[in-house]
């Protein structure tokens, strides 16, 4: 065989078998055969499905969408769900009326209710001039399906301005991230005037920090009321975790963060408040942009890592809760999938579900209020190549974990800002493994074209014949 014809070979085998790869990926994937399978659970009928493993109790999981094309003008990954599972893994409540599910919440004193915000686009023609969105907060009792509107009010635009969190202060009072107006706002839910207010300019500057003002300056998405009266902020474009004092505001020397100082935090999602009571002070937080969850205890008073969780599916997590059996209940946005790990960081339980946000365990507390912090309980940090797949009887085992390591380094080069857009606007079922595929398949072909028209006796001329027509 001449060296020509072995290279073409070569070319031809790469592109093949990335081909081969790509295809698998797609048949094998379960994220979106399991949606769809929750999305036609008979879940009236009571004799669903098993569709998640079993746990002892119900979990909860609102998801920011899940398609990868959507409703025409909706953008990729339009149709969002809240969907509740029975502890059995059966679907025990499924919506999609809104067009995006954010934070959930138990609400306290009940068994099966919770409360959710969620958005809804609305159109130029039901805006004004421009688009905008209703933002709001609802109740539901999962098990009746009966839902009561708590609060809701519209803002303009609909990128970057979507509250994401909120939180219940008490009967009448509520606590909401509002990222269209850079501010957290308390509200009476009874009579929709506000009681309290703090904006990020009273301690921040627009026109120096965080992300460009003003269309997404703070991005500030999550409030949480903490025992001692304080309210904790997560401003994610300023990559920090502040703590508020609601008579002096800002508590200026237990901010957790620093702008743009991205190995602390890189753009986190709903950090949760461990008191002191439970091993604490310490936050566990969604460290998205880094793909990873970790850990911050106050240690004289500084913050101190003292726990991390990341494997090579792991793609920008955004919400981690300590239960109180000291398992981390994580949600990984762009791995698709809710899944929990044990206190040596071993996957214990997993489901498939497209670009979730937030999930709550039902019974174990509002996000982590009920676990202990990593130091108390001696929690094991991992960083695995591995995708850590629990057996559930229908994943395909663990992946190639050379793959997985050079998955996670290749990770911590890209800025994960890129990398996750780039993660955001791929299909759900593709991987580290697809993603390589696609990259061999994409600079097989550019290398192989390069390589002919090298050998070619005109390379100084155009190889192809184009035809030029003038129409008509
Ligand atoms: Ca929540
Ligand atoms: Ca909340
Ligand atoms: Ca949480
Ligand atoms: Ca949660």
Redesign the pocket.
């Given at each position: 065989m001449s060296a020509r014809k072995l290279v073409r070979l070569v070319f031809a085998s790469l592109v093949v078998l990335s081909v081969l790869a790509l295809a698998n990926g797609a048949a094998s994937s379960s994220v979106g055969q399991t949606d769809e399978q929750i999305r036609q659970a008979n879940i009236s009928t009571g004799d669903g499905k098993q569709i998640a493993p079993q746990t002892n109790n119900i979990t909860v999981i609102a998801t920011d969408s899940n398609t990868w094309f959507g409703k025409a003008g909706d953008g990729p990954r339009a149709r969002a769900e809240l969907v509740a599972f029975n502890s059995n893994g059966t679907v025990l409540y499924y919506n999609d009326s809104h067009t995006r599910y954010w934070?959930?919440?138990p609400v306290e004193g009940t068994e099966t209710t919770v409360e959710f915000l969620y958005a809804d686009h609305l159109n130029k023609s039901e805006c004004g001039t421009e688009v905008c969105t209703r933002n709001g907060v609802e109740r539901v009792n999962l098990s009746t399906g009966a839902v009561t509107d708590v609060y809701s009010r519209i803002t303009p635009g609909k990128h970057s301005t979507r509250w994401h969190?909120g939180?219940r202060i008490n009967d009448s009072t509520y606590a909401i991230a509002d990222i269209a107006q850079d501010r957290v706002f308390v509200v009476n839910t009874t009579t929709g005037l506000l009681e309290w207010s703090w904006e990020a300019q009273n301690d921040f500057e627009p026109t120096n920090s965080g992300g460009p003002y003003p269309e997404d300056w703070t991005h500030i998405n999550d409030v949480e009321v903490l025992e001692d009266g304080r309210l904790m902020v997560s401003l994610r474009n300023h990559d920090q975790i502040a703590f508020l004092d609601r008579e002096t505001g800002l508590v200026e020397n237990w901010t957790l963060g620093t702008d743009d100082q991205h190995d602390i935090i890189y753009e986190q999602h709903?950090p949760d408040y461990i008191p002191e009571s439970q091993g604490g002070p310490a936050v566990l937080i969604g460290d998205s942009e880094s793909n990873r969850v970790v850990e911050y205890q106050r240690e004289n008073g500084e913050w101190n890592r003292t726990w991390m969780w990341q494997d090579a599916q792991m793609q920008w997590p955004r919400?981690a809760d300590r239960l109180p059996n000291g398992h981390t209940l994580i949600t990984d946005s762009n791995g698709n999938r809710v899944f929990e790990v044990n206190q040596q960081g071993d996957v214990v339980w997993s489901v498939d579900i497209a670009f979730p946000y937030?999930a709550?365990r039902l019974e174990t507390g509002?996000?982590s209020s009920g676990g202990q912090s990593a130091s108390a309980l001696g929690l094991v940090s991992k960083s695995t190549g591995e995708s850590s797949a629990v057996d559930t009887g229908k994943q395909n085992g663990q992946k190639e974990s050379i793959v997985g390591s050079a998955w996670i380094e290749i990770k911590n080069i890209v800025p994960g800002r890129y990398m996750n857009g780039f993660m955001y606007v791929l299909p759900a079922w593709m991987g580290s493994t697809e993603v390589f595929a696609l990259l061999a398949l994409v600079f097989g072909l550019l290398a192989w074209a390069v390589t002919e028209w090298r050998w070619s006796s005109r390379s100084l001329t155009i190889p192809w014949t184009v035809h030029i027509e003038r129409r008509g």
């Open positions: 934070d959930v919440d969190d939180d709903n919400d937030e709550e509002d996000e």
